[in-house]
């Protein structure tokens, strides 16, 4: 492990550095005084060092199933209230890292009286025969996910998910391509000196198991796979749960009686084209990769018949599914932006007739627009081709 050691925290004594100080005795009351192996940044970040967090502590865990637990010191205020070179205004300097896309779930938290970011997040990895010090991946995985927090501004709540635009782990096999958010099973929320802080925990998934949770939501669905994954512990070899019958039948029904509460996703491929047509209204071309077809057919009848919109967004275009008594309802908010209100019948229509395959599709009744499709294509980190997604006949 590059740069562990069995470190003290010589320079978070308790009276120069509180809210470290809290973060510690939290932990003690979990892991009594094991001494944790620590990893720790040589230059702080606001002086121009690399990596946003100045430590995380990683503890030994034998509940459940011998696992490495990962703690991070860096989301909070540490040291004291941040001056007016704090490291969240050095962090607008950040290169983008392509860590994801988060995706909030209509709900917020009061950020009344937090401890800077009001977080810090943990990470449980099973052990592995014969391991006997915890692995360093998982530091740069947290380091990534703090410059995202401190470029962006963006905060992590539990329910909230990202997608790591690879395996978790680089350079592995892993079926874990994604993150979800929970609440640290063993370490509840605390009053710091500094403000209140809650630890949040990352959970690999694999990307059936996210695409899954959406037609709910990520806690719910995240609470249902529990008893496959106790205390959330990521392990890097297991199967996804995606097939489990308790875990669909959970999903299905939390969608069926709550509804869906993603309200927007991001699509690689979208496109809004309008053309004019003498005497007769404009037509309309909607383009469309398959994932985003796939995610559409999920998310559209567990949205609207609950009376909630759907945004799809690719940043340059934006498209906006909004429920209707009847009939279909139709609304350029800008010349990039357009926004379809659909009644229970062309909702059903528009689910029978679109497909996650590459081709034209017009649906009865909204046949002034084409609904064009385009395979798929995912990429890594570095850009290069891993698959072409596209619906089977």
């Not at 404009?282 to 009848?301: F, N």
């Amino acid at each position: 492990m590059s740069q562990s050691s069995h470190d003290t925290h010589e320079h978070a004594e308790p009276d120069d550095a509180p809210g470290w100080h809290a973060i510690d005795t939290a932990l003690q009351a979990v892991y009594g005084d094991q001494e944790p192996w620590h990893t720790g940044s040589v230059l702080k970040f606001a002086l121009g060092g690399d990596d946003p967090l100045d430590g995380i502590s990683i503890y030994r865990n034998e509940q459940e199933r011998p696992h490495w637990h990962y703690v991070t010191y860096g989301f909070t205020e540490l040291y004291g209230p941040p001056d007016e070179d704090d490291e969240k205004d050095s962090a607008a300097e950040l290169n983008d890292d392509d860590v994801g896309d988060s995706a909030d779930e209509d709900d917020t938290e009061d950020d009344e009286n937090l401890s800077g970011y009001g977080f810090e997040l943990t990470f449980r990895l099973a052990i592995a025969d014969g391991e006997t010090e915890p692995p360093a991946w998982p530091i740069s995985l947290m380091q990534n996910l703090a410059r995202y927090v401190f470029r962006t501004g963006n905060v992590f709540e539990p329910g909230h998910w990202m997608t790591a635009n690879g395996p978790i782990c680089l350079g592995s096999d892993t079926l874990l391509t994604e993150m979800a958010f929970v609440q640290d099973p063993q370490l509840p929320p605390i009053d710091s000196p500094q403000g209140k802080l809650s630890f949040l925990q990352i959970v690999g998934l694999t990307a059936d198991e996210l695409r899954e949770s959406k037609r709910w939501n990520s806690r719910g669905a995240l609470q249902a796979m529990q008893p496959h994954m106790p205390l959330f512990i990521n392990d890097l070899a297991r199967p996804s749960l995606h097939d489990q019958p308790d875990v669909r039948a959970a999903i299905t029904h939390g969608q069926e009686t709550e509804g869906s509460s993603t309200a927007f996703i991001f699509a690689a491929v979208l496109g809004i084209e309008r053309h004019k047509r003498l005497l007769r209204g404009d037509q309309i071309t909607i383009t469309l990769g398959c994932l985003a077809v796939s995610d559409l057919k999920q998310l559209l009848p567990a949205r609207l018949p609950h009376g909630g919109a759907l945004m799809l967004s690719s940043g340059e275009h934006l498209l906006s599914f909004e429920p209707a008594e009847q009939g279909v309802q139709l609304r350029w908010d800008s010349d990039t932006s357009l926004t379809l209100a659909l009644g229970p019948q062309p909702l059903q229509a528009w689910l029978q007739s679109v497909k996650a395959r590459t081709g034209d599709y017009q649906v009865p009744g909204i046949d002034h627009i084409i609904w064009r499709v385009e395979a798929s294509v995912i990429r890594d980190r570095e850009g290069n081709v891993v698959s072409v997604y596209e619906e089977a006949e």
